[in-house]
C-alpha cells in the first residue's frame, strides 16, 4: 500500500483513500473464494469471435481448463494497470511509481522507457490528469494487495513498459497505424500538449474498460463482483471524460482520436467502422471518420461518446484481443508495443496474443 506521505503528494482526498481501503476489505474478504475472480475474458485465441454481433453475447461458461485461472488473470490485470498508472502518474506528477509498488516473485522486474510531465495549458484538464493517476495508482496496489493475500509469492513485478513519446517510442508506432503522423517519419509525442495527452488517453481507457467488461459474466463470486466493479465503474469514468473532451474539441480532435479507434480496430481483429456499420468493439467519438457529423442538433454535431452496441451495452473484448493492442501487432506472438517483452505471468499462456486477419481497408 501507498504510504500516506505519498498519498499527500499525489494530492488525493481522504474521500479516495476510504474507497480505496473499503476496495481491499471486500477483496481480502473473498480470498478464500478467489476461484471465482476472473478479471478478465478467458484467453484462448482459437474461440475469439472475430466479428461481434450487434447484441450482448451469451454468458459464457467459465473456462476449466487450466488456463484461464483466477490468480493468472488477475496478474494479467496488474500489467494493464501498471501500463496505465506509470503512464498517468509521469504526465501528470513527473515521478514514476515508487519501487516498493512494482517489485514481485514472477518475471523479470522490466524498466520505464521515456515519458515526462505534461506542462498543461488548461488546468481542468491537468486536474483530470492528476485524479485519473491517483485512481490507476490506487488500483495497482489493490491489486498487488489481492495477490498477496492468494500467496506472498503470486505478485508479478512490473515488465518493460515503453512510454516513450520520440520515434521508437510505443505511442509514435501507433500513431503511424492511424495515420496521425508518417508512417516511416512522423513521431507523436504524447507529453506535448493537452490534446496529445488526451488522444493517448483515448488509446489506453477504452481498451481498459473493453477488457474488464469481458470479465463480468465470469465473477462467480459477489464479494469480488462488487470490487471488479467499482474497477471498472472508475474505468468507463475515465474513458468517457476522456472521450467528452476530446468531441468538445472539434473536427481535427474528433477525426484523431477516430484514428485511432480504427487502428484499434485493426489490432483486435473487429471490422473497421463505416459510416453505416457501428458493429465494431472500437468505435470513434462520432459516427463519422473524419470527425464530422451528418445528424446535427441546432448545428451541433451528434457525439457518439459511448460504444456500446443496439441495446446500449459496452462491448468486450478477450485477453488476446487486449493483447494485440497492446502489443501492437496482429499475428501471435509476444510482447511488442507498449510492453516489449511481453506481459508478467505465472501462466505463459496468458502472455500470448490470437491472431487475427489484417484490415482490408
Known amino acids: 500500500m501507498i504510504k500516506d506521505s505519498v498519498f499527500a503528494a499525489l494530492e488525493l482526498a481522504n474521500a479516495r483513500r476510504a474507497e480505496r481501503r473499503r476496495f481491499l476489505k471486500l477483496a481480502g474478504a473473498g480470498t478464500a473464494a478467489v476461484g471465482g475472480l476472473a478479471l478478465l475474458s478467458a484467453c484462448g485465441g482459437d474461440d475469439d469471435d472475430d466479428t461481434p454481433s450487434p447484441t450482448p453475447s451469451p454468458t459464457p461458461t467459465p473456462s476449466t481448463s487450466g488456463v484461464a485461472t483466477d490468480v493468472g488473470i488477475l496478474q494479467l490485470a496488474l500489467n494493464l494497470e501498471y501500463l496505465e498508472a506509470q503512464f498517468y502518474s509521469i504526465a501528470a506528477f513527473g515521478r514514476r511509481l515508487p519501487e516498493a509498488s512494482l517489485t514481485g516473485s514472477i518475471g523479470t522486474r522490466g524498466d520505464v522507457t521515456g515519458g515526462r510531465q505534461v506542462t498543461f495549458s488548461d488546468p481542468v484538464i491537468a486536474s483530470y490528469a492528476r485524479e485519473i493517476a491517483g485512481d490507476e495508482i490506487a488500483h495497482v496496489n489493490a491489486l498487488r494487495a489481492v495477490l498477496t493475500a492468494a500467496g506472498s509469492t503470486l505478485v508479478i513485478a512490473q515488465p518493460a513498459i515503453n512510454i516513450d513519446g520520440g520515434a521508437t ?6 500513431a503511424r497505424v492511424a495515420g496521425l503522423v508518417d508512417k516511416d517519419t512522423g513521431v507523436f509525442d ?9 488522444l493517448a488517453a483515448f488509446l489506453f481507457e477504452d481498451l481498459g474498460v473493453t477488457a474488464y467488461k469481458g470479465a463480468s459474466p465470469l465473477i462467480s463470486s459477489a464479494t469480488y463482483l462488487e470490487a471488479a466493479a467499482g474497477i471498472l465503474a472508475a474505468e468507463a469514468y475515465h474513458a468517457g471524460l476522456i472521450r467528452t473532451e476530446l468531441f468538445a474539441r472539434g473536427i481535427p480532435a474528433r477525426a484523431a482520436a477516430n484514428a485511432i479507434s480504427n487502428a484499434r480496430d485493426s489490432y483486435d481483429g473487429s471490422p473497421r467502422p463505416t459510416d453505416t456499420d457501428r458493429k465494431d468493439l472500437d468505435q470513434g467519438i462520432t459516427t463519422n471518420p473524419d ?8 448545428g451541433s454535431g451528434v457525439a457518439n461518446l459511448v460504444p456500446t452496441d443496439t441495446n446500449g451495452i459496452a462491448f468486450s473484448r478477450s485477453s488476446a484481443q487486449v493483447h494485440n493492442i497492446a502489443y501492437l501487432r496482429r499475428d501471435a506472438g509476444i510482447g511488442g508495443g507498449f510492453f516489449p517483452a511481453g506481459t508478467n505471468n505465472s501462466i505463459e499462456a496468458l502472455r500470448t496474443s490470437g491472431t487475427f486477419p489484417l484490415p482490408t481497408t
Do not use: I, Q
Open 291 to 298: 470527425g464530422s457529423n451528418d445528424a446535427t442538433v441546432n
Open 190 to 198: 504524447p507529453y506535448a500538449s493537452d490534446d496529445n495527452f488526451l
Open 169 to 174: 517510442g510505443a505511442f509514435t508506432a501507433a
